[in-house]
């Protein structure tokens, strides 16, 4: 940003842009003219007036003007009114007039010109801080970026490690289902399958991040969704003695989901919450309520604990990836889930008060058949 060329050709008197040190940055036609072309203003002055250029242009008080002995091409002094303005960059502009000039009309010129100087100054700032917040913008993204790549390196790497022991179980537990058939219980069987072959597709997903995923979303009813993590927590609700509640507002709702997907983000959370109970000081039985509603066409999901809560600095670097309070835990999982949620084309949102409970709530929008 600089200021008009025009306005300082139309100047009928020298003028100078100048630093600290009296060195000339800049002279107007005026002044190349009159003085010629000097590296510095010094050049210019009796040395006797050096020492109070000096102390008028370090001096903060609203003196704005010094009367000035300057020697031009003809080498005899003539008196200039000298006036000052500093821009915010510390260079310091010096408009010398005449002795006998017209004072109202440069006045007015003088005037202009701060004017002028004090808008790009303002505009300069403006644009500066536009410009740091554009590059912090952009380092958070670079940063975030590196950080979500480094994830799936770990991942990659621990991924065959886990599959090995996930077969074996998985085998046992067809091995039995014949059983539990027998006295009504395989559907605990085919939840447990589910889960492992749920697993299974996050291990391959991690696999093979590089590669396009083929759409895996199905039709499922709302309360279905939760009915069946319902049943993966039953065990754990009674050896942990807590209370895990459902209430259904939803009715009929269905959700157009990768459902192996939403089922992961849910057990996170859940698991979460129980962690949270573990914590917990207080003296209260351990409550977890997952509660459906219908608000404004997005099915929402609310998980509500009344374990040891969060600080407001915790809720804020919740979803940044590697950021954990547990001791062993690796600051991946609400990462991931914030991402579904996300590619789902819904939100997530986290409330806490410290000693008092945590809520999530998860919002998806509700499959609309309009055939």
Known sequence: MQMDNSLLERMPFPYFIINADLQILFSSKSAKRIFSSPASLSELISTSQ??????????KSETTCLELKMTGRTEQF???????????????????????????EIQNMLD??????????????????????????????????????????????????????LTTVKGFIQLIQPYLAEIGKEEYAVIALDEIERANDIIYEFLNAAKPQQNKKKLIYVNKLISDIMILFESEAIFRNLEIETVYECENEKLYIDIKQIKQVLVNIIKNAIEAIDESQNNLKGNIRIQTKNINGNAVILIVDNGIGMKKETIDQLFKPFFSTKETGTGIGLTVCKKIIEDHGGNIFVSSTPNHGTSFQIELPIYENNF
């Open 112 to 165: 202009h010109v701060e004017n002028k100087i004090s808008s790009i100054n303002g505009e300069l700032l403006t644009n500066k801080q536009n410009f740091d917040q554009t590059v912090f913008q952009i380092k958070e993204a670079a940063i975030l970026s590196d950080q979500l790549a480094t994830i799936g390196q770990l991942a990659a790497g621990i991924a065959h490690e886990i599959r090995n022991p």
């Open 50 to 59: 050096a020492d109070e250029l000096r102390e008028f242009l370090n001096s």
């Open 78 to 104: 003539e008196v200039f009114h000298t006036y000052k303005l500093i821009s915010s960059d510390g260079s310091i502009h010096l408009f010398c007039v005449p002795n006998g000039s017209d004072q109202s």
